[in-house]
């Protein structure tokens, strides 16, 4: 499964109104964690299908980051049913997604 992009018009239709658990990756392309943090997105993009990843560029769609509360990158929040349950900042192991998204 690939991860998509999303920004200010495509935010709503992706991730609030998705009837699955819908994991955020809130970075930029100058943050150093965030780009190591994409291969293990990618792998557990292949490893989850009950999951979608979508990332948001928060120097492209930075009122988004506003309204969940984004002071840093790399930020990650779990929307279920199209409500932040869970959030990590920073760079994160592969360990600590998988729990993320399980819990």
């Known amino acids: 499964m690939k991860i998509r992009e999303v920004n200010e018009l495509s935010f709503d239709a992706e991730v609030l109104a998705s009837n699955r658990p819908v ?3 809130f970075g930029a392309a100058w943050c150093s964690p965030c ?8 792998a557990l993009a292949s490893e989850r299908e009950d ?3 979508v990332k948001v560029d928060i120097e492209t ?3 988004i980051a ?3 509360g984004v002071r840093g990158v790399p930020t990650l929040l779990l929307f279920r049913g199209g409500q932040p ?6 760079l994160q192991p592969p360990s600590a997604l998988r729990s993320m998204l399980d819990d």
């Not at 780009?35 to 990618?42: A, C, D, V, W």
């Not at 349950?85 to 920073?90: H, K, L």
């Open 23 to 25: 994991l955020v990756d």
């Open 61 to 63: 769609s930075p009122s």
């Open 85 to 90: 349950s869970a959030r990590a900042v920073g």
């Open 66 to 68: 506003q309204t969940y």
């Open 51 to 53: 999951v979608d990843i």
């Open 35 to 42: 780009r190591r943090m994409e291969p293990m997105l990618e």
